[in-house]
């Protein structure tokens, strides 16, 4: 009767867990035709399917903000930090202000709640064109927000 052989031991091969961005996407809004555009982790541009452009990734680690254009009113993605932000669309400048230099009053016709630069001494309303005095002298319905 035959014996069987012992098979042969297995060589003990560490278990590794493979890195936590394999696989993972992010995305970004096409520099040419605005659309949203995923992308693999790790690429440094994309080209849009729809239009052809390649738009360059940020580099990992950057803060992005977003601001509704006053032009044409397209959200605009941009790196936080930026004083102004031009629409590629329009090409209006936008300024870009951080969340401790926005305030909020509400309209002093319509009562739309409308932002504008902290320490400004008016803001004209964008719906009924109203002007609504703010600042040192401003009613009740101002508030400042800070982060």
């Given amino acids: 009767m035959p014996v069987p052989l012992a098979p042969y031991p297995t060589p003990t091969v560490p278990y590794t867990t493979p890195p936590s961005n394999v696989g993972a996407q992010s995305q970004l809004v096409c520099s040419g035709c605005r659309n949203l555009l995923m992308y693999p982790v790790g690429a440094t541009s994309v080209c849009c399917a729809v239009c052809n452009a390649v ?15 006053g032009g044409c009113h397209t959200l605009l993605m941009y790196i936080r930090g930026a004083t102004s932000v031009q629409c590629s669309c329009c090409h209006t400048v936008n300024l870009a202000l951080e969340a401790n230099q926005v305030a909020h009053v509400n309209c002093g016709n319509c009562r739309m709640l409308l932002m504008y630069q ?30």
Avoid at 55 to 69: D, F, H, K, Y
Avoid at 124 to 138: D, E, P, R, Y
């Fill in 55 to 69: 738009t360059p990734v940020p580099p990992p680690g950057t803060e992005m903000a977003q601001l509704i254009c």
């Fill in 118 to 147: 902290y320490g400004a001494r008016s803001v004209k309303c964008a719906v009924c064109s109203f002007v609504t005095s703010v600042g040192a002298s401003s009613t009740s319905t101002e508030q400042k927000f800070s982060t």
